[in-house]
């Protein structure tokens, strides 16, 4: 990951990254995209999976969402840090939830990497994941 010489990070450490972290699955749970904002950098580059067009801004981070969250129900976010460097924290993730209008049961489980800049707020996002789904019977 290359930064210019001008761009002020905040140094990862684990309360930093943790709390980061803590923020982000309770706005996930909420299913509030505007709870997100106040985490990203105005700039931020979220990419989905390593295939995928990345999402730039915090505009389209936040439009993606709204249309991500309409899809989830009963959503459940966990993690656990896996480590940190002074430029970046990477963690292990789990989602699970109910999609709708399908009613399948999904569970994700997936890896993210985070760069926060000086102010605390995230700069990029990259993850990798991969779902189970489970149809719901009732």
Known sequence: MAYSAKEIRLPMDPETFHHWLDSFANAWELREPRAVAPLLAEDVIY????FSESILGRDAMIVYLEKVYRTQNEPSFDYEILTETPDIGIAQWWLSFLRVP???HIKRD????VALDSRGLCKTFH????EQEVIDET
Do not use: D, F, M, N
């Open 102 to 104: 399908e009613r399948v």
């Open 47 to 50: 990419h989905e999976t390593p």
């Open 110 to 113: 997936g890896i993210a990497l």
């Open 127 to 130: 993850q990798w994941w991969h």
